[in-house]
């Protein structure tokens, strides 16, 4: 297993160098990857109560008001349409694949193998896992930090109706929670990042807590509820962390098995693939950090699961 390690700029503004053996620390990869399926519009014919003989029937396929019924092949015929001019526009190969509905029975979560912490059971700490147990053929987008504010990234998803999640760190959304606002207005879900996205096995459990649970409240005041969710920053955790975080409300700490830049893929795993449910890191970066925006990025990472035949699912609804 390989060690997804992001390579940005960025990185070395902030805290966070491992130290050697701290017990139960987890140095799991460095900050180094949501849903609104496709709308199929259904139909439904009208038919008269025919009680009385000389109560005159809709004809076949009409409503009562004498209106055609809605034609469901039709609606998804104008759709398909949609998106094949919406995949031209932003410049995607081929159209994004449709995901299937959420399942009705949510997937049983627990923490990958060699990424417990002690008491992970007893204790019922919330999993750090990377791919979520699932049949489909589905991936999550998942994005970090909120740095770069991109008004066409959002305007892209939801042009492709591609739903990810946002992990967000307080210090870089304060100056403009409103686009962060918008995204969720669009169906896409905000999750926590921490305040300052430090490294948290090297801070107190005190402080570890000061930095997500504050960030709870945070998020209940901009966005309206608490998350149930944590991405710890940089992938790193203890056993602090997790104990922190359950106190605050969180279920769930999922990480990454992949990372998507402007330019190229990096994989958790040695075989270098795709797997159905991995989650896929990237960052809310732009050409003052990359050789791209945000659209450039979303165009690759699209462009590549789509070739492999996943469609982008909201991994909220697999929680």
């Known amino acids: 297993m390989r060690l997804v390690v992001q390579n940005d700029k960025s990185r070395a503004r902030r805290r966070g160098t491992a130290p050697g053996g701290r017990k139960h620390a987890m140095a799991l ?19 008269g109560s025919g009680s009385d003989p000389g109560t005159a029937r809709p004809a076949a396929g009409r409503g009562a008001t004498g209106h055609a019924a809605p034609d469901p092949r039709a609606a998804q015929a104008a759709e398909h349409t949609r998106m094949a001019a919406a995949a031209k526009r932003w410049g995607l190969d081929e159209v994004p694949i449709a995901p299937p509905a959420p399942p009705k029975v949510k997937p049983h979560i627990t923490a990958r193998a060699g990424f417990e912490v002690d008491h992970q ?17 589905v991936v999550f987008l998942t994005i970090d930090d909120g740095s770069e504010k991109d008004p066409r990234f959002l305007q892209m998803m939801r042009d ?39 490294y948290l096995p090297g801070l107190s459990y005190e402080e570890q807590k ?28 203890n056993q ?21 830049y402007v330019d190229h893929w990096e994989f958790r795993e040695d075989d270098q693939q795709l797997r159905r449910g991995d989650i896929v890191l990237t960052h809310f970066r732009g050409r ?22 996943y469609a982008v699912a909201r991994l909220e609804d697999y929680l």
Not at 180 to 193: D, E, I, M, P, V
Not at 288 to 306: A, I, Q
């Open 121 to 137: 059971e007893d204790w019922g700490l919330p999993p750090v896992f990377t791919t979520v147990p699932t049949r489909n053929k």
């Open 240 to 260: 602090d962390t997790l104990v922190a975080a359950k106190s605050c409300g969180i279920k769930y700490a999922p990480i990454w098995n992949e990372e998507v």
């Open 288 to 309: 003052s950090d990359w050789d791209g925006t945000m659209v450039d990025d979303m165009r690759r990472f699209l462009n590549k699961v789509t070739r492999e035949g």
């Open 210 to 237: 000061h930095e997500i649970c504050d960030m709870q409240d945070i998020m209940r005041k901009q966005f309206g509820k608490r998350p149930t969710v944590l991405r710890p920053p940089y992938g790193n955790y």
């Open 29 to 47: 990869g460095c900050g180094a990857a949501v849903l609104a399926s496709t709308a199929l519009v259904t139909g439904c014919s009208g038919s």
């Open 160 to 198: 492709l109706k591609i739903p990810y999640t946002a992990f967000l760190s307080n210090y870089l959304v304060k100056d403009d929670y409103g686009y962060f606002r918008k995204a969720q207005s669009y169906g896409n879900t905000l999750n926590n990042h921490t305040l300052t996205h430090p």
